[in-house]
């Protein structure tokens, strides 16, 4: 089973400030991995789909790069509305797993 | 665009079988495309991958092994969905359950449904 690590566990961020997530891949997934948003009480919701393409709808200042073991989710000049706990996952392999998530709280 | 719809009892008694549907809109459990999934959530195991269902020519189905003995993914082209079935149900087992389109990235949800397992 492929495992994810993420980084940092928490954040508090003031708005307008860069926001930077790792998810480190315990073995290489290429580019099958995803991002998602959920807020609570709320389905996750998808933002970047295979490390860096943008899912639509979703706003541009969200964006994602990396491949094989290292990836980064990125939200350029945070919003309030951004306050939620973002989890990377991968569909390289089965079974399909998800990082333990990143907590994104706006100060 | 695609809606996923959960239905199903909040509240199963230990040893009893978890069953859960979930009714597509906007797109079909035939398609050739897509992939057809249930995920659960809960604090202790986070958002784990249960299994799947899909349709190449014919019906596939693939679980996690933390389940494989115990879960079931059914799909219903007749109503358009696609359920779940776990049986021998434990406290454990207690979690928000969601449905999941994968399709390019996992792009549609279920609104999601909290199942407790408690007498």
């Known amino acids: 089973e492929i495992v994810l690590t993420q980084s940092p566990d928490f954040q508090s961020v003031t708005p307008k400030e860069k926001v930077t997530i790792t998810c480190r891949a315990s073995q290489s997934i290429g580019s099958s991995l995803h991002w998602y948003q959920q807020k609570p009480d709320q389905s996750p919701k998808l933002l970047i789909k295979y490390a860096s393409q943008s899912f639509s709808g979703v706003p541009s200042r969200f964006s994602g790069s990396g491949s094989g073991t290292d990836f980064t989710l990125t939200i350029n000049s945070l919003e309030a509305e951004d306050a939620a706990t973002y989890y990377c996952?991968?569909?390289?392999?089965?079974?399909?797993?998800f990082g333990p998530g990143t907590k994104v709280d706006i100060k | 665009q695609v809606q996923l719809q959960q239905s199903g009892p909040g509240l199963v008694k230990p040893s009893q079988t978890l069953s859960l549907t979930c009714a597509i809109s906007g797109d079909s459990v035939s398609s050739n495309s897509a992939t057809w999934n249930w995920v659960r959530q809960s604090p202790s195991r986070g958002l784990e991958w249960l299994g799947r269902t899909y349709y190449r020519s014919k019906w596939y189905y693939d679980y996690a092994v933390s389940v494989k003995s115990r879960i079931t993914v059914n799909p219903d082209t007749s109503k358009n969905q696609f359920s779940l079935q776990l049986n021998s149900v434990t406290p454990e087992d207690t979690a928000v359950y969601y449905c999941?389109?994968?399709?390019?990235?996992?792009?549609?949800w279920g609104q999601g449904t909290l199942v407790t397992v408690s007498s």
């Open positions: 996952q991968q569909s390289s392999n089965l079974p399909f797993t």
């Open positions: 999941a389109r994968q399709n390019s990235g996992w792009d549609s």
